[in-house]
C-alpha cells in the first residue's frame, strides 16, 4: 500500500533555502530580480494554499457555471501575468491576448475532456480544470516570451524594417523574420520538454497517477495526451495573438507605430 509522506512545516521552510540561493544569485550578479523572486515565493505559497482547499469543494461540484468561472478566473490571471512580464505601453495588446487565450485554451480543454479523455459531462472538474490549468500555464509563458521579443526585435530593428517597406514590402514581409524568432523563442521550452520528457525529467502528471496506484500503460498515455496537448495549444495561441498583435505595431499605411529605443 502506497503511503504519502507529510512534510512539516520546518521541512517546508527548509525548501526556502532554494529561494535564499536564488536571491543570491539576484544580487550578487545584479540580476534585477529579487522583488520578483521575493513576489513570486509569497504568491506561490498563497496561491497554493488557497488553491488547494478551493480545489476539494470545485472538483466535488456538479455545477458547470462554476466550472467555467473557475476557468474564466484562471485565464484573466494568466493575462494579467503576462502583461506583468511584458513592458509595452505603446502597442494596445491586452484585448486581442485575453480573448485569443479563452478561445483557444477552451478549446482545448474541451476537445481533450470530451473527444480524448472522453468524460461526461465534459465539463467534469477532475479533468476540465486541470488540463485547462495545464494549456494556460504552459501557454502564458510562451506568450510572454514571444510578445516581449516581438516588441523589442521591431524597435531594435526598426530601420531594417523601413528599409524594407521603403522598396516596396508590405509588413508582413518586413517584419517576417522578427514574427518568426519571436513565435520560435515562445515555442522553444514546450518543443525541449517533449524532447527530454522521460528521460531529463519525469513528468508530475504521469508519476502521481503511478504513485497513486494507477496502471503505467495509462499513466503513460494521459501524459502523452498533456505533451501534445501543450504544444498544440501554445503554438496555435501564439500564432494567433501575434498574427494579430504585429498589425496593430503599423499603421494603415504600413508605417512602424513603435517608437524607436
Known sequence: MNRIIDISTGQLLLALLFIVAAQASSFIYHLGLNRDITVGT?????????????????????NPWLILTVFLVM?????FIVKGRVKEKQIPYIIPTFLTMLITYFTTALF??????????WWE?????????????????ALAISLERLFR?????????????SLGADYREASADIF?????????????????VGLVFI???????????????????????????????TAISSVIIMLIV????????????????
Open 180 to 196: 518568426r524568432k519571436a513565435v520560435s523563442a515562445g515555442m522553444i521550452p514546450s518543443i525541449n520538454a517533449m524532447m527530454g
Open 42 to 62: 509569497v504568491r506561490t505559497f498563497a496561491q497554493l494554499f488557497l488553491m488547494g482547499y478551493v480545489l476539494t469543494f470545485i472538483l466535488k461540484s456538479s
Open 125 to 141: 472538474p477532475r479533468y476540465f480544470i486541470p488540463a485547462g490549468g495545464m494549456v494556460i500555464g504552459n501557454s502564458m509563458s
Open 246 to 261: 504585429r498589425r496593430r505595431c503599423f499603421g494603415s499605411g504600413d508605417e512602424v507605430l513603435l517608437t524607436p529605443l
Open 112 to 121: 481533450v475532456s470530451s473527444l480524448v479523455i472522453g468524460i461526461t459531462p
Open 203 to 233: 513528468p508530475g502528471m504521469m508519476s502521481g497517477q503511478i504513485l497513486a496506484g494507477a496502471d503505467p500503460l495509462i499513466a503513460i498515455r494521459y501524459q502523452i495526451v498533456v505533451m501534445l496537448m501543450l504544444v498544440g495549444s
Open 153 to 165: 526585435e521591431l524597435r531594435q530593428e526598426r530601420e531594417l524594417v523601413e528599409m524594407k517597406l
Open 75 to 79: 485565464v484573466v490571471s494568466a493575462v
